[in-house]
């Protein structure tokens, strides 16, 4: 990825804005993202059919919720290592590639991140959105 010093230190500011509970941060992700487009909730078939109410407090959400931020934290924290990051994101490409999740649906999450970011005081959206799509075009010239 290639993205200037300063871009990355907005980011990083807005991600430690974020907090260490990553389980929280992804479940408040996953239902802005469903409340926003529910017909997402057809990939994940644990999830299917569920409330948003119900969905809040669903063990599975929280266990995949975790993963996906989980990964995202890697990233940001690795963004400046490309040799790290070339390798999560071949094994993430892979995963998705195997679900039949392309590089524009996994855009689709990117607002939602945003959401989330701003929500706990983040200021850099620009920023955020040069490292989304920087990952994104990784992901592509992989996927
Ligand atoms: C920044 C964007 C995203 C990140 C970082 C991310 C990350 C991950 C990770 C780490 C896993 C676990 C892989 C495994 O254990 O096999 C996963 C699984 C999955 N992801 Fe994503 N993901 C993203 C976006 C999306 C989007 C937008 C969708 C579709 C709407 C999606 C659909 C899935 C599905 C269906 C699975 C498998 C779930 C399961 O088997 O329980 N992902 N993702």
């Not at 500011?13 to 992700?29: F, K, Q």
């Not at 969905?55 to 929280?62: E, I, S, V, W, Y």
């Not at 995202?72 to 490409?93: G, I, P």
């Amino acid at each position: 990825m290639s993205l200037s010093a300063g871009c990355l230190e907005g980011v990083r500011a807005d991600w430690g804005g974020c907090g260490t509970d990553l389980g929280a941060i992804g479940v408040e992700l996953f239902i802005t993202m469903f409340q926003r487009q529910d017909n997402l909730l057809t990939y994940f078939p644990k999830l299917a059919g569920k409330s948003i109410d119900v969905l809040r407090t669903d063990a599975n959400l929280k266990e995949h919720a975790t993963k996906v931020v989980s990964l995202l934290n890697v990233l940001v924290k690795n963004a400046d290592n490309e040799a790290e990051l070339k390798s999560q994101v071949e094994k993430f490409a892979k995963q998705h590639r195997a679900r039949k999740v392309d590089p524009d649906m996994v855009e689709t999450i990117f607002p939602d991140i945003i959401t989330v970011v701003k929500a706990h005081g983040g200021t850099h959206e620009d920023e955020w959105k040069q490292f989304l799509k920087a990952f994104n075009d990784l992901n592509r010239s992989m996927y």
